[in-house]
């Protein structure tokens, strides 16, 4: 299927878009594989040709809580990447879009506790 951990499928996704994809609808937790993988040297960033989602979109489309945490801790950059699919919204536009409560509770967190945290008090219900 793959040729390597972050060549374009078929379908123009990367072996960690499908594995995200993959644990969504098994319901298999994700989070056992991912450092796994990341560790191997997927990248995170690399974008879906067709939806211009990268892994950490991918994550909140399908309200992947537990791979949203693990992504947003190896790279705190994706959680502010925008996505042309959804006319440049951020993965937080994409979590309320979708009705991705989980994945939208952790991403609100790691805004909150980065450096680059948007100025502005967050209601107490996301928590």
Not at 89 to 106: D, F, I, Q, R, Y
Request: charged share 15%; with cysteine.
């Amino acid at each position: 299927m793959f040729g390597c951990l972050n060549c374009l499928d078929i379908i123009m996704i990367t072996l960690l878009h499908a594995f995200i994809k993959i644990s969504s609808v098994t319901g298999i937790s994700f989070s056992h594989n991912s450092p796994v993988s990341l560790l191997q040297g997927a990248d995170p960033a690399l974008r879906c040709r067709w939806t211009d989602m990268n892994a950490m979109h991918y994550a909140v489309y399908f309200d992947a809580a537990e791979t949203v945490h693990i992504l947003t801790e190896k790279n705190q950059a994706l959680v502010m990447s925008t996505c042309a699919e959804l006319s440049n919204g951020t993965c937080l536009h994409l979590a309320a879009a979708n009705l991705s409560l989980e994945a939208g509770k952790v991403l609100v967190s790691a805004e909150r506790n980065s450096s680059c945290s948007v100025a502005c008090d967050f209601p107490s219900y996301l928590y």
